[in-house]
């Protein structure tokens, strides 16, 4: 079956350092590939999403890209900020017989950025 | 810009009692979704709903389980009997169009707690 695994956290980073947060799938399809993030109290929100191989998603300053060839899609940032401390979910995106998708997520990175 | 809004945020129940989680989706999705999150585990997919049916349903989600969209603008899961293992983070999602490549939007959670 499917699954995604992510490094484990928690990332402690200084406010403006770079950030990278590794993401692997497998797949028997060709998946859809995104990044949630959930702020403290708060649901999973779209961060960005790449749709096929070599695309690169972007948002907020975070960007990702399709690896095929390494089953992969890190996450990076130049230059983080104490708003940037969540927890980060790599997912990829299943097609449904019935037309819907699933997702399968990563366990989480959480990630504290510090002043 | 529209979201999935989700209650109670917290629901504490007695083990075996029914309990029904609401959602209300975006409104011109066509496709919903419950997931769940033990509490230091993965976010798993539990159920999809297209056309006023289920689309595909994960192990998890047995007999006890069921979904209802109840009018237009609802979309609740009801357990039947509730087991201390319910006790989990419960997020509804939608998403627009049918196709791996669609976002789901999430809502911020149903917090269960089973005594």
């Known amino acids: 079956g499917n699954s995604v695994t992510q490094m484990e956290g928690p990332v402690t980073l200084s406010e403006e350092a770079f950030l990278t947060i590794n993401c692997t799938y497998t797949?028997?399809?060709?998946?859809?590939l995104f990044w949630y993030v959930q702020y403290p109290g708060e649901g999973l929100q779209l961060l960005l999403k790449?749709?096929?191989?070599?695309d690169k998603g972007s948002n907020k300053g975070f960007e990702a890209t399709y690896r095929k060839e390494t089953t992969s899609f890190h996450l990076e940032k130049g230059s983080v900020q104490v708003s940037d401390s969540a927890v980060y979910f790599c997912?990829?995106?299943?097609?449904?017989?019935?037309?819907?998708?699933?997702?399968?997520f990563g366990t989480g990175t959480q990630l504290k950025v510090e002043l | 810009e529209p979201e999935v809004t989700q209650t109670p945020s917290h629901q504490v129940t007695q083990m075996g009692q029914e309990v029904i989680l609401r959602c209300v989706p975006i409104?011109?999705?066509?496709?919903f979704y419950w997931y769940r999150q033990i509490l230091g585990q993965k976010v798993e997919f539990l159920v999809s709903f297209y056309n006023n049916e289920i689309s595909e349903k994960s192990e998890i989600f047995d007999d006890q389980f069921s979904v209802e969209r109840p009018d237009g603008s609802n979309f609740t899961l009801k357990i039947r009997s509730t087991k201390l293992e319910d006790s989990a983070m419960y997020f509804c999602?939608?998403?627009?169009?049918?196709?791996?490549?669609?976002?789901?939007?999430f809502g911020d959670g149903t917090r269960l707690s089973i005594l």
């Open positions: 999602a939608s998403s627009e169009e049918r196709g791996s490549r669609q976002p789901q939007h």
């Open positions: 409104s011109n999705h066509l496709y």
């Open positions: 790449a749709t096929k191989a070599d």
């Open positions: 797949a028997t399809g060709y998946p859809s």
């Open positions: 997912a990829l995106s299943d097609r449904l017989t019935g037309g819907g998708n699933k997702l399968t």
